[in-house]
Structures are given as structure tokens and as C-alpha cells.
């Protein structure tokens, strides 16, 4: 779709990394900017900062976790601005190590932000876009879904969050098909970013007390937090070249969008094995990163 000047761009988890980077992208393309976080203090401090660019925006707390948040933000937007043109699911936190480690509280938080929180976004936004494309035959909108490369493959410690991003993935392309349904002036991607430098691995600061868990974490979960923490650091490109990326895409019509196509042959290789019905194997010597999370990881096991 074209990205016009004065369009509306709604933005969950915009207060901090990729989201503020779409905030900001969104802001240097003249479009009208929400930022929608749990986060109050980042949030404010991410309005102000577009204002000072020059941006109209505004910040709305929401919890994606919680339709009702998420229907409130899209009252506020629409009183405020009008349709949002573009829609970022894209609020998510981050949980690893062995699956059987993880906690029930592990998986009701990681899958209400990463998943639910997409299925809230979906459900709120898609038929008032719909409805504003019925009205305008101008009227372009696309909801854009952050999943991972963590949808698309499967490697050792990937947990939790492995699943909620497949889910994210699986989601996104069933909006596809759906959409397709219903013409062209709605359409739908999915952002499958690599590794990029943000705050995600302190996710951990905003999930709700009652969802802490009553231990701390295991040998296994520590080691994946640091291999996590230090593939994060490592990232090879910036939140601001990942929304640079994802914002061509979304004017080029493209639904998948990988910032880090280097790593397609992986998702290949996974494919290929579900497709022929062999079993998963990680071309571990192709890929230092995940030879180096495996190593790590049985390392703990093993002590
Ligand atoms: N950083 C990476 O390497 C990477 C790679 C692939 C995918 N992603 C995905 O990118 C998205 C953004 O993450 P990030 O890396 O920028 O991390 P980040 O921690 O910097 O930003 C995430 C934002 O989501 C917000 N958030 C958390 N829970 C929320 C809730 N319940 N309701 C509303 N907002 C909430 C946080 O306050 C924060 O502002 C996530 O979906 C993440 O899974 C990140």
C-alpha cells in the first residue's frame, strides 16, 4: 500500500525498541502517530520526543493482554485521529530455556502479550478498517503482525517464546487468507526479525505480579538468558534499519517482510525435514549462533 502523509499509524509496545522505531519512522513519513504501551514513563517519554521531531502523536496506555485496553485504544484513536491506516501489533516479551522448565505462570504471560495481545489487536482493528474501506474506496489499511525468525524455525532454549511466534506466523497468514476474501484495500504482513538490540531481554519489568513466578530462575534458564542476552547485544541490525525495512516492505505489498534474509536456508532446512518427514537437525556447524546456544545450554543441563 502507499504510505501517505496525515495517515494513522497505531503502534502497540511503542514506547521502546522496535516499536519506537516504527514511531519514529512512521513520524519522519509525516503520518499521525499512537503509541500504545503498558509502560506509562516510556511512552510519555516517546511522545515527547516525536512531538519534538515535529510529529503529531499521542500515547495511550494500553495492556494488549486485556481486550477491553486494547477496545479503549481504539476509541481513543478513532475520537482522536480517525481509521488507523496502519495497525503494529506488536507489544511482546521474551521467556527461554528447557520447555519443561518453564512455569504455567511462564506461559500464561508469554502467550497473552505475544499471542493474545496479536488476536486482540486483530479482532479490534480489522473490521473498523474494513468498514472505513467499504465507506472510502480510497481508504488503504494494513495490519502488521511482529513475529520472529523465532516463528519460522525451532533451536534448543527457545521455549515459549519459539511457540507464541509460531502462533504469530500462523495467525498472520490465516488473516491473509481472510483478507483476501474481502479485496484490496486491507492487507496484512508479518515482521520475522533476527536478533536486534532493544530492551527485550528485561521483559521481565513489566509482567504483572501475579503472574511472578514463586522461584527464581533454573541453571538452564540463566545460561539461555545470557546467550540470549549476548545474541541480542550482537544484533547486526538497529531497530531504526528494521523499521526502515518493514515500512518499504509494507509500501512494496510484500507479507512476509525479513529483515535478516541471510537466514532464510535455516527455515528451509526445517521445511525440508517436514516436508520429507525426517527429523528436526539443526545444521549446527552452518550456524555458530545456535551451535553456541546448544553447547551453553547442555553445559547447565549437565551440572
Ligand atoms: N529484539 C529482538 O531481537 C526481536 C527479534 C524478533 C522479534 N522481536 C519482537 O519485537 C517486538 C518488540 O520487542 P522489542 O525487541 O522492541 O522489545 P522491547 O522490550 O524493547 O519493547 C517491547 C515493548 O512492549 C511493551 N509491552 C510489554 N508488555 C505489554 C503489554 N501487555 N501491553 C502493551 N505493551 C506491552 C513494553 O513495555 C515495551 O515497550 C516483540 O514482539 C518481540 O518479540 C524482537
Known amino acids: 500500500m502507499n504510505i501517505e502523509r496525515n495517515d494513522i499509524a497505531v503502534i502497540t509496545g511503542g514506547g521502546s525498541g522496535l516499536g519506537k522505531a516504527f514511531g519514529e519512522e512512521a513520524a519522519r513519513r509525516g503520518m499521525r502517530v499512537v503509541i500504545a504501551d503498558i509502560e506509562k514513563d516510556s511512552m510519555k517519554q516517546t511522545v515527547e520526543e516525536l512531538r519534538e521531531q515535529g510529529a503529531t ?13 486494547v477496545e479503549a485504544l481504539s476509541e481513543t484513536v478513532a475520537d482522536r485521529f480517525g481509521i488507523p491506516n ?19 505462570k511462564d506461559w500464561k504471560w508469554v502467550c497473552a502479550v505475544n499471542v493474545d495481545g496479536v488476536a486482540n489487536g486483530v479482532r479490534t482493528f480489522t473490521p473498523r478498517m474494513l ?28 521455549g515459549i517464546y519459539s511457540v507464541s511466534k509460531h502462533a504469530v506466523i500462523a495467525l498472520s497468514e490465516c488473516l491473509y487468507h ?4 474481502m479485496g484490496d484495500q486491507v ?17 521481565y519489568r513489566n509482567r504483572p505480579a501475579d503472574l511472578a513466578n514463586d522461584k527464581g530462575p533454573t541453571k538452564a534458564q540463566l545460561a539461555t538468558q545470557a546467550i540470549s542476552s549476548k545474541d ?15 515500512f518499504e516492505a509494507i509500501g512494496n505489498g510484500r507479507f512476509y517482510i525479513y529483515p535478516s534474509p541471510e537466514l532464510l536456508p535455516i527455515v528451509k532446512n526445517r521445511l525440508d525435514h517436514i516436508a520429507h518427514g525426517t527429523n528436526p537437525d539443526i545444521p549446527y556447524d552452518e550456524i555458530p549462533m545456535f551451535k553456541e546456544r546448544r553447547d551453553q545450554l547442555q553445559a547447565a543441563l549437565s551440572n
Request: glycine content about 8%.
Open 86 to 104: 496502519l495497525v503494529f501489533n506488536n507489544a511482546g516479551v521474551a521467556s527461554g530455556g528447557p520447555i519443561w522448565e518453564s512455569t504455567e
Open 187 to 203: 492487507t496484512t504482513a508479518v515482521l520475522c526479525p533476527s536478533y536486534v538490540t532493544t530492551n527485550i531481554s528485561q521483559s
Open 57 to 69: 502523536a499521542i500515547g495511550v496506555h494500553t495492556d494488549v493482554t486485556d481486550s477491553a485496553s
Open 131 to 158: 468498514e472505513a474501506a467499504k465507506k472510502d474506496p480510497r481508504y488503504k489499511g494494513c495490519v502488521v503482525n511482529t513475529a520472529s525468525m523465532a516463528g519460522l524455525v525451532t533451536a534448543p532454549g527457545m
Open 178 to 181: 481472510d483478507l483476501e476474501l
Open 232 to 246: 541480542l547485544a550482537n544484533g547486526s541490525l538497529s531497530a531504526a534499519e528494521v523499521a526502515r525495512i518493514t
